[in-house]
């Protein structure tokens, strides 16, 4: 038994003609008296090829001709529309936003106090005004660089996250990871009790431009391993330059004269001797002119700690800028230079004998510098002297890296061969050890020193042309 057959409407002409369909098939006697198409019971509609309504009403519907390739006659190509996530970032530009009042301009710890001050910050701004203007030469002048970087979290040459007031910031395990395990040991004599780890590193993690300072250095660090981090270190180390040169025009000392800065230019300090700049000369005078001018710190650890770090950059560091700062350095007392070597030791530490040696090389190669200045004989005896001395000190032996000022000073003043190729020995081991390039730039410019020597001029007169690096 088959079903009953639906109510039939008729073809689609009749309808539309408002006439009863006589329901003929395949087409109906009313349609082929008219003499017009039937459509048939279906009441299947096919378009004419016209729009019958709407904006388009009246324009043909093309055919596409299937003898012709429909991609070689297309004008414009149809292009997909982006999707875009919803967790993804937005591809379009969007209005800048202003930098939040927490951020490196503006910031504001417990580290900074009311410190007096017996001189004007004008001083300071002196002595940072020789440092190129980053904004006006259009390198960026924030570490933006450093939040909107595609690296990922764990590669992040700095981080600093404040989840509520109650949870207290803390940076990147990158930053300790490459400040202490890789620089830190590098700029102590011996790595036992070490500032850079038990002082700065808690102060970075209150301080944000202490916090900034060590990134810096995290990513100069990096960055000798890594190109890739290159651009991040220089932006970050123009940005706290730029702002450090800024607070000099602020009229409040203890905006300038602090813990805060005198910590940030040591960190800074420590990464020209990573990259080899031969721009230090600008932060060792802003560091000198800021310990004349700051006055009493919370902190007395980290004050003694960033004196003695202070000491060791002015004794090492003034030589090299000219005759006249390098004698007034080193013609002080040895206790008032030399109070980095000292560590509070037993009196039976193995570690002692290699602390002496190491003061009696510093001395005797201040005592060639002095003698270059003075005289133009021959030092050979000084020169056989200090090689004694420093071959005492095995060059795997913990704080053997120290030497590398002695043994520049040293290659510096030497016309023996035998002198020149030890001396130079001895530095390039340490460099194999640090890859600092502050070595590397040491030991390039000894040719161009030996240079002026055979013409009878005197190296250290023009030592800031001949060796534009922090060669310690």
Known sequence: MSA???????????????????????????????????SGLGRIRFS????????????????????????????????????????????????????????????????????????????????????????????????????????SPNNLPTAALSLSESIRPWISPLNPQALAEHVAPVMVVLDISNGYRDILLPLACEDPLIQRAVGVVAAQHLALHQPSFQVIAEQGRASLISRLSRDSFLESPHQVFNLSTWATLIILLVGETITGSSEYSHLLKTLMCLVQNVGQIPSLSAQNFLAKQTHMFEFLGQPLLGEQTGVEALTLPPENYLDWTYYDLPP????????????????????????????????????????????????????????????????????????RNFFVGRMNKIFEQTKFQNIVAGMQSLPAIWAQRGSGGRWTSNLRQLAPTLIM
């Open 348 to 419: 039976d530490s193995e570690y002692n004998h290699l602390l002496d040696i190491s003061r009696m090389a510093f001395i005797k190669a201040s005592q060639i510098y002095l003698g270059r200045v003075g005289s133009d004989l021959d030092q050979w005896e000084h020169l056989e002297s200090l090689k004694d001395l420093v071959m005492q000190i095995d060059p795997e032996q913990l704080g053997s890296h120290a030497l590398v000022w002695v043994c520049f000073i040293a290659a510096a003043d030497s016309t023996d061969p035998e002198h």
């Open 48 to 151: 004419n090829g016209v729009a019958q309504r709407g904006h388009l009403r009246g324009c043909t519907i093309p055919v596409s001709d299937q003898s012709i390739d429909p991609i070689a006659t297309q004008t414009q190509p149809s292009v997909p529309r982006e999707i875009r996530w919803k967790n993804d970032r937005t591809p379009y530009p969007r209005r800048k936003r202003r930098k939040p009042s927490t951020d490196i301009d503006t910031y504001d710890t417990a580290a900074q106090r009311d410190f007096s001050a017996p001189r004007a910050t004008y001083a300071l701004h002196e002595a940072v005004a020789d440092e190129p203007d980053i904004e006006k030469n259009g390198q960026g002048n924030d570490l933006s660089t450093f939040r909107t970087s595609n690296l």
């Open 4 to 38: 009953a057959r639906g109510r039939e409407k008729g073809c689609f002409q009749c309808s539309k003609r408002r006439i009863a369909c006589d329901k003929t098939e395949p087409t109906c006697k009313k349609c082929i008296k008219k003499g017009i198409d039937c």
